[in-house]
């Protein structure tokens, strides 16, 4: 159990873990561009952030899980990473990251507020 464990300081948590899980596979992809037969792979990004942070969604501690992209361009060594794919994905989850520790960072400073203000 965290020292402050908030509804929203649970949910970044889980955000950001998400977004790790994403940046892992994704540079994984990447590592693997030129591995003849290797699959890209992926978070459900959206569905981790439902159970996240979406009231009366399942919500989940387990490691967000992986799975195989469906419908992306193979090479006739059956590889399918596509590099700018994958450039643009590993953009969109540093933001998005960056995003979260943003956000907590933010909730840490009104959870201190109140507890300085509450003397």
Do not use: C, W
């Amino acid at each position: 159990m965290a020292l402050i464990d908030t509804a929203q300081i649970s949910g970044l948590t889980r955000f950001l873990d998400a977004a790790s899980a994403r940046h892992r596979a994704i540079t994984t992809n990447i590592a693997n561009v030129d591995t003849p037969g290797y699959r890209t792979r992926d978070v459900d990004f959206r569905s981790v952030l439902q159970q996240a942070g979406i009231p009366g969604m399942m919500e989940t501690s387990a490691t967000p899980q992986t799975r195989e992209v469906e419908g992306l361009m193979e090479r006739p060594d059956g590889n399918n990473v596509s590099m700018e794919r994958e450039s643009l994905l590993l953009a969109q989850t540093q933001l998005q990251f960056h995003t979260g520790v943003q956000l907590l960072r933010s909730e840490f400073r009104r959870v201190m507020t109140a507890i300085t203000e509450g003397k």
